[in-house]
C-alpha cells in the first residue's frame, strides 16, 4: 500500500489549501483513513479521519475550518482546511488503517504565515 499526499504549501493566516492523499489500491479496502499532522517540537495528533462509512472525526481546534472528504473514483481522500491559522502550521501526514495493519504517506507540509 502507498499513499501520496500532496498540496502543502505557503498561505497567509485566513487563506486556503486542500490536501490530497491517493492511495495505490481501492480506499474502499481501508477500514479508515485520515489525516495527521505534527508541529516543530510537537508529537504528531490527529487532524480528521474518515470510515468506509463516511463517519468523520475531527480535531476539535479543527472543527468547522476543515473538511475530510473521499472520492473512490479517483482512491484519494482529500482535507479541505479554511480560515487557517498559524497554528496549523505542520507536516500533515496521511494515514490507513486496514485491520491490524495501519499505512503511512510521506508528509506534506503546511505553512501559515504572513
Known amino acids: 500500500v502507498q499513499l501520496q499526499a500532496s498540496g502543502g504549501g505557503l498561505v497567509q493566516p485566513g487563506g486556503y489549501l486542500r490536501l490530497s492523499c491517493a492511495a495505490s489500491g481501492s480506499i474502499f479496502s481501508f477500514n479508515k483513513m485520515g489525516w495527521y499532522r505534527q508541529a516543530p517540537g510537537k508529537q504528531r495528533e490527529l487532524v480528521a479521519t474518515?470510515?468506509?462509512?463516511?463517519?468523520?472525526n475531527y480535531a476539535d481546534s479543527v472543527k468547522g475550518r476543515f473538511t475530510i472528504s473521499r472520492d473512490g473514483t479517483k482512491n484519494a481522500v482529500y482535507l479541505q482546511m479554511n480560515s487557517l491559522k498559524v497554528e496549523d502550521t505542520a507536516v500533515y501526514s496521511c494515514?490507513?488503517?486496514?485491520?491490524?495493519?495501519?499505512?503511512w504517506g510521506q508528509g506534506t507540509l503546511v505553512t501559515v504565515s504572513s
Open positions: 494515514n490507513a488503517v486496514q485491520w491490524d495493519s495501519d499505512y
Open positions: 474518515i470510515t468506509t462509512g463516511r463517519t468523520t
